[in-house]
């Protein structure tokens, strides 16, 4: 979803302070990837000194399941496209300021809303990372026999690196005409819908191969 959001954000206003201003004043679109790595980086400790606990607490000392936790991080991902959503449509409905973006093709202007906000769902996406990506981990290694271990390890990192950029470009390049150069031409939020539907998906899916 990075590359979705990354190009909803060079669509949006990029000039520093939110006002208008040359290419030179821009940000890259790019930049608000950081809020994913952010997002990390906070709520990893906030999960694991905090929520975990006070969860296990109004349970009983029941503490929460990794399947618990792969339920609610693909749910809050799937949370985090939605704010996605929902900007694109400001975003449409937001005046142009007829400023040509530094990230978009060339011709493609900016509207008047901040690339800023695009920040929320970049974060969401990341505090359901947290959740998400360990459970995998610990599934690949936990559930293969000990000799496989490191190969599956090496599998799981593939799957969440290579070939998940690869399922990405090829969802782009069949859904061409909803993702646009031009986002102003397509229409970005089927896009996302598509995304989150697969997204859901994946939990029944783990369901079934975990039993």
């Not at 142009?96 to 493609?108: F, K, L, R, W």
């Not at 202007?109 to 995998?136: D, K, Y």
Request: overall charge neutral; charged content about 10%.
């Amino acid at each position: 979803m990075a590359g979705a959001f990354v190009a909803e954000a060079c669509q949006m206003n990029l000039t520093l302070g939110g006002g208008g201003g040359g290419g030179s004043h821009q940000l890259n679109g790019g930049f608000f990837n950081i809020a994913d790595c952010f997002a990390i980086l906070v709520f990893v400790p906030l999960f694991e000194i905090f929520v975990f606990p006070l969860v296990a607490w109004f349970r009983n000392g029941k503490t929460i399941t990794r399947s618990e936790k792969l339920v609610s991080g693909i749910l809050i991902s799937v949370v985090g496209v939605m704010c996605a959503v929902a900007l694109e449509y400001a975003r449409v409905a937001s005046p142009d300021t007829g400023i040509q973006s530094n990230c978009a093709p060339e011709g493609v202007t900016m509207s008047q809303i901040s690339a800023f906000w695009i920040f929320i769902p970049f974060a969401v996406v990341g505090m359901g990372e947290v959740l998400v990506n360990p459970v995998l981990i610990y599934f690949a290694y936990n559930q293969a026999p000990v000799r496989t271990r490191s190969v599956m390890q090496a599998f799981n990192l593939l799957c969440q690196g290579a070939i998940s950029s690869a399922y990405t470009a090829a969802l782009t390049t069949a859904l061409t005409c909803w993702f646009t150069d031009n986002l102003n031409d397509g229409h970005l939020p089927y896009y996302y819908f598509v995304n989150a539907a697969i997204g859901a998906l994946g939990i029944p899916l783990y369901f079934v191969v975990s039993r």
